[in-house]
C-alpha cells in the first residue's frame, strides 16, 4: 500500500531554469508534508515542510504547493542550481504519529 | 552541534545471522526512529522510540526489535536475517515528542549487506 508516490524516478533541467518535483499521495488522514533532499553517502536532510491547512510555503529559491482536493504535492526549485542535485523525497505525517510516510524518491539532475 | 551518528557504515552478515545497527542522536533530542531503505524503495519506517519506550511500529516483522537506553542512543537488532533485508537503515532523532511535527533529523546511515 503506497501511500506517498513519486511517479517521476528521474528529472533533468537546465541550471537557472525551474524545478517542479510532484507527490501524490492517498491517506486523508496526513496533516503534515515534508521535502528532504539526500546527497549519496548521506542522509536526508529537512527542506520545507507545508501544513495541510495552507496551500503554498515558500522558503527562499523552495516553493511547496499542496492541493488537498487532488491529493497532490509539488515542489518547486526557482532558479535551479548544479547544488540541488541530489534525490528528493517527499513525506506524509499525521500528527501525533511521529511516523514519516515517504515516497520513493525523485532524482534531480541539474545541468551546467 | 554533533549530528546523529551511526554505526557501523557498513555491515555484512549471512542469511540466519543476527545484525546489530547502533544510532546516537543529536544531543537533548529524546526520540529515535529507524528506517529501511531497500533498493528501488523509499524510506520504509520502521521503529520510534520516545523516553525510552517503543511509541510506533510500521509494518515489519518481530524480528525487526529495537530499544533505546537512558542516553537516549539506540539499537536496531534484526534476528535470523534473509536476503530481503540488505537495505540502507537511516536512523532520526528529533527534539522531544508533544508538539504536533518534529523535524527529523537523519544520520548518514548503515548499510547492511546479507549474503
Known amino acids: 500500500d503506497q501511500q506517498v508516490k513519486q511517479n517521476s524516478p528521474s528529472l533533468s533541467v537546465q541550471e537557472g531554469r525551474i524545478s517542479i518535483l510532484n507527490c501524490d499521495y492517498t491517506?486523508?488522514?496526513?496533516?503534515?508534508f515534508l521535502w528532504y533532499k539526500k546527497y549519496p553517502a548521506e542522509g536526508p536532510t529537512f527542506l520545507i515542510s507545508?501544513?495541510?491547512?495552507?496551500d503554498k510555503n515558500e522558503d527562499g529559491r523552495f516553493t511547496v504547493f499542496l492541493n488537498k482536493s487532488a491529493k497532490h504535492l509539488s515542489l518547486h526549485i526557482v532558479p535551479s542550481q548544479p547544488g540541488d542535485s541530489a534525490v528528493y523525497f517527499c513525506?506524509?505525517?499525521?500528527?501525533?504519529?511521529?511516523?514519516?510516510?515517504f515516497g520513493t524518491g525523485t532524482r534531480l539532475k541539474v545541468l551546467a | 552541534e554533533a549530528g546523529v551518528t551511526q554505526s557501523p557504515t557498513h555491515l555484512i552478515k549471512t542469511r540466519g545471522q543476527q545484525a546489530t545497527l547502533r544510532c546516537s542522536p543529536i544531543?537533548?533530542?529524546?526520540?529515535v526512529y529507524w528506517y529501511q531503505q531497500a533498493l528501488g524503495l523509499g524510506l520504509q519506517f520502521l521503529l520510534w522510540?520516545?523516553?525510552?519506550?517503543?511509541?510506533n511500529r510500521g509494518n515489519f516483522p518481530p524480528r525487526f526489535s529495537g530499544r533505546q537506553f537512558p542516553n537516549y542512543s539506540s539499537e536496531l537488532n534484526v534476528n535470523a536475517l534473509e536476503l530481503e533485508d540488505s537495505a540502507l537503515y537511516l536512523c532520526?532523532?528529533?527534539?522531544?515528542?508533544?508538539?504536533?511535527?518534529?523535524?527529523?533529523?537523519f544520520g548518514p546511515g548503515t548499510r547492511l549487506t546479507v549474503l
Open positions: 491517506n486523508s488522514m496526513f496533516d503534515y
Open positions: 513525506a506524509g505525517t499525521t500528527s501525533g504519529t511521529y511516523k514519516y510516510i
Open positions: 522510540y520516545d523516553e525510552g519506550e517503543e511509541r
Open positions: 532520526a532523532s528529533s527534539s522531544p515528542a508533544g508538539t504536533t511535527f518534529n523535524e527529523q533529523f
Open positions: 507545508i501544513s495541510s491547512i495552507k
Open positions: 544531543s537533548g533530542h529524546t526520540s
